[in-house]
């Protein structure tokens, strides 16, 4: 998949990304504990069965890394510098084992800076949604991405 | 369990986690693969050696959710319902493989919440900093946090 350079990056564009993830236990378990995440809700299905979701919450930085894992793929893996900077993000439903999350990006502003750098920073809304088409993360940030210069 | 409930988190205070852990190649290299981060940034160190850091970062969402997990045993584990959300989230400084993170964390406000009974909302400033005592990402956040007498307390 061809990543965009700075330049193809129009502000009001808007990207339904194509690839979709069924975010799995071994997603949510794995991540959570590589990342040093004991939260019961995340790790413990009987205390989660007893919490108020009744089942076992996927940890939202779980989310957060798969939503953005499907747009840096489909657009800007080559050209994406790894510099960036989020104004927000919202969560503003639960994700479970077994929810199949797409991701759309929509393009809502840029700024070259001076025309010697190497980068330009593209402003992003980007959101995920689940298999019934309910918002499960907004994120509105920054990402620093090459010139074709 | 060691979270705190919504009384026990005093405003203005900072806590400094026990909890610290170098960030490995192989942490990396997984978190990428589970999410599909295809980055040459962060997976390639030929690709890596021609950036102006020289070697490859660490995906920076593998960054944020260490820093935020290191706060969970001795915060929230058992005493939260959720992530809100978060605001201001910023990674001045790089962190490459090898690099040993810390976390702290600093309670900016809170309030009881006004359509669920029994938990609160309260504003979380975490900060992730490194060997050299470099604040590498910081972020506001909002939890809703359980009260002691509140619905979901096990």
New interface residues.
């Given amino acids: 998949m061809k990543s965009l350079a700075f330049e193809e990056l129009e502000p009001g564009r808007v990207y339904d990304h194509g690839?979709r993830?069924t975010i799995t236990e071994v997603?949510n378990v794995?991540?959570?504990c590589?990342?040093?995440?004991?939260?019961?809700?995340h790790i413990d299905a009987d205390?989660a069965a007893?919490?108020?979701?009744g089942r076992v919450?996927v940890?939202?930085?779980?989310t957060?890394?798969?939503i953005?894992?499907?747009h840096?793929?489909e657009l800007?893996?080559?050209t994406?510098?790894?510099?960036?900077?989020?104004?927000?993000?919202?969560?503003p439903n639960?994700v479970f084992h077994g929810d199949t999350l797409r991701a759309r990006t929509t393009i809502t502003g840029k700024d070259g800076g001076p025309a010697a750098a190497e980068c330009g920073a593209v402003d992003c809304l980007l959101e995920g949604f689940n298999q019934q088409g309910v918002l499960v993360m907004s994120c509105n940030?920054t990402q620093f991405v090459r010139k074709a210069g | 369990?060691a979270g705190l409930f919504y009384e026990e988190l005093e405003v203005g205070r900072t806590y400094e986690h026990s909890?610290r852990?170098t960030i490995t190649e192989f942490?990396n290299v997984?978190?990428?693969g589970?999410?599909?981060?295809?980055?040459?940034?962060?997976l390639d160190h030929e690709a890596a050696a021609k950036?102006k850091w020289k070697k490859p970062?660490v995906n920076?969402?593998?960054v944020?959710?260490?820093v935020?997990?290191?706060h969970?045993?001795e915060m929230?584990?058992?005493t939260?319902?959720?992530?809100?959300?978060?605001?201001?989230?910023?990674?001045p400084v790089?962190v490459h493989p090898g690099d040993t993170l810390r976390s702290r964390t600093t309670i900016r406000s809170k309030r009881p919440s006004k359509s669920q009974k029994g938990s609160g909302i309260v504003i979380f400033l975490h900060e992730g900093v490194n060997q050299r005592g470099e604040v590498v990402m910081k972020?506001d956040r909002a939890a809703l946090m359980i009260m002691r007498d509140g619905?979901?307390r096990?």
Wanted: aromatic share 8%; proline share 5%.
């Fill in positions: 690839l993830r997603d794995g991540l959570s590589l990342t040093q995440n004991l939260q019961p809700l205390f007893r919490s108020r979701w919450l940890d939202s930085m779980v957060i890394g798969v953005m894992g499907i840096n793929l800007t893996h080559h994406a510098s790894g510099e960036l900077r989020i104004k927000e993000v919202k969560f639960p940030w | 369990m909890v852990r942490d997984l978190y990428c589970l999410t599909m981060c295809l980055s040459p940034a962060y950036s970062l920076p969402f593998l944020l959710s260490n935020i997990g290191m969970v045993i929230t584990a058992g939260t319902h959720g992530n809100l959300g978060m605001t201001d989230l910023e990674f790089p972020c619905e979901g096990q």
